[in-house]
């Protein structure tokens, strides 16, 4: 009886499956169907299956070197790209700098271009206030002349290019600087002849009729001198005479003067025609328009000048110089002028001397 086979099914009987050996129907039993979810993960066809034992030696050799995975490629990738944005980044930021330092730059540089430009604006109307008031000072002096009968002692045309001068350096402050100096040199020059016209007018240095009677027609602007100076082209016989380079300046000859028939009353006749050469001289564009009717003979003109201001003046006189001796004296030129020529010396010495003149500023009067 001990050697029959124990029944079948009996559990006690079997031995209990090892732990290293599932037991029979659970899952990963070798030769089992793995779970119907796990179907997916067979491993590939190359590869031992479940449940099929791998034989030694038939493994393949590892792979010795070190695999990176996708994520660590896309890492190194972004970095990468954030190292060129930040390097393109800081050569932008580079860029912008140094071209905020040029604009700056230029921006300093026309700060200061218009600084330098408002003083010299600044200059320009400091200058042309100057020049202003040196010209109204100059018109102020020039005024005080109103009434003297030499026209050119007052010379308006050079006022007026000193204007035209100073209009075209109005951009240059050291030119109308120049040009304020000429002008306060000019009324200088003015308020010196003024000065000395009062000391003439005011003494006699000669003591003779000839030198009362200058400074008394020209009021001082003249003056007169006695002395051995012969007129160019003139001979013996010449009393007086008037250079045209120096026309306020009247010789009389001192051989004349001293003549035996020589009196006060020839010397203020003469003194009158001199004096009308005075005139001529310096009012150029009236004398001008009268000579004609003397047929452009100036000494003609001055006789009838001196006819016609100088009451009782004749040309021919008879100086007594005894109780019976005389001299027959001829002074002048030998024609005695019309009335008519005499209206034309009334008219032209009516319309001589200094007038009051307005100066043109940029083609504008001023």
């Known amino acids: 009886m001990d050697d029959q086979p124990a029944p079948a099914g009996n559990a006690a009987e079997s031995p209990p499956p090892t732990p290293e050996q599932p037991a029979a129907g659970e899952a990963g039993a070798p030769g089992a169907p793995p779970p119907a979810d796990e179907l997916g993960a067979l491993p590939p066809a190359d590869q031992p299956g479940l449940g099929e034992a791998e034989e030694p030696g038939l493994r393949p050799p590892a792979d010795p070197s070190p695999r990176r995975s996708r994520g660590a490629v896309v890492a190194i990738s972004l970095l990468a790209v954030a190292l060129l944005l930040a390097v393109g980044f800081g050569a932008w930021l580079a860029?912008?700098?140094?071209?905020?330092?040029?604009?700056?730059?230029e921006q300093e540089r026309r700060i200061s271009d218009q600084q330098d430009e408002i003083e010299h604006q600044k200059d320009l109307i400091d200058e042309k206030e100057s020049f202003g008031a040196a010209m109204n000072a100059l018109m102020g002096t020039a005024a005080k002349f109103d009434g003297a009968l030499m026209?050119?002692?007052?010379?308006?045309?050079?006022?007026?290019?000193?204007?035209?001068?100073?209009?075209?350096?109005?951009?240059?402050?050291?030119?109308?600087?120049?040009?304020?100096?000429?002008a306060e040199?000019?009324?200088?020059?003015?308020?010196?002849?003024?000065?000395?016209?009062?000391?003439?007018?005011?003494?006699?240095?000669?003591?003779?009729?000839?030198?009362?009677t200058i400074?008394?027609?020209?009021?001082?602007?003249?003056?007169?001198?006695?002395?051995?100076?012969?007129?160019?082209?003139?001979?013996?016989?010449?009393?007086?005479?008037?250079?045209?380079?120096?026309?306020?300046?009247?010789?009389?000859?001192?051989?004349?003067?001293?003549?035996?028939?020589?009196?006060?009353?020839?010397?203020?006749?003469?003194?009158?025609?001199?004096?009308?050469?005075?005139?001529?001289?310096?009012?150029?564009?009236?004398?001008?328009?009268?000579?004609?009717?003397?047929?452009?003979?100036?000494?003609?003109?001055?006789?009838?000048?001196?006819?016609?201001?100088?009451?009782?003046?004749?040309?021919d006189h008879r100086i007594w110089v005894s109780s019976y001796e005389y001299w027959d004296v001829n002074i002048g030129y030998g024609q005695v002028c019309s009335e008519s020529q005499r209206q034309t010396v009334r008219d032209w010495y009516a319309g001589l001397g200094v007038a009051p003149r307005t100066l043109e500023v940029g083609g504008t009067p001023e």
């Not at 007026?160 to 000429?182: F, G, I, N, P």
């Open 95 to 105: 860029v912008q700098f140094v071209q905020a330092q040029d604009r700056i730059s």
């Open 185 to 212: 040199a000019d009324a200088a020059g003015l308020e010196t002849l003024l000065t000395a016209a009062q000391q003439e007018a005011g003494s006699n240095a000669t003591g003779t009729a000839y030198e009362s």
């Open 215 to 315: 400074d008394r027609l020209g009021g001082g602007f003249v003056r007169s001198v006695v002395d051995e100076q012969i007129c160019t082209g003139s001979g013996d016989g010449i009393l007086g005479c008037v250079y045209g380079s120096d026309p306020y300046l009247v010789h009389f000859d001192a051989g004349g003067n001293a003549e035996p028939y020589m009196n006060d009353e020839l010397r203020t006749g003469i003194a009158y025609h001199e004096f009308a050469h005075v005139l001529q001289f310096t009012n150029p564009a009236a004398t001008d328009a009268a000579l004609p009717a003397f047929d452009g003979d100036w000494e003609v003109m001055a006789d009838c000048f001196a006819l016609t201001f100088l009451d009782g003046w004749t040309l």
């Open 151 to 182: 026209a050119t002692i007052v010379p308006w045309s050079d006022y007026q290019l000193l204007v035209d001068r100073a209009w075209a350096h109005r951009w240059e402050a050291s030119k109308v600087e120049a040009d304020t100096r000429e």
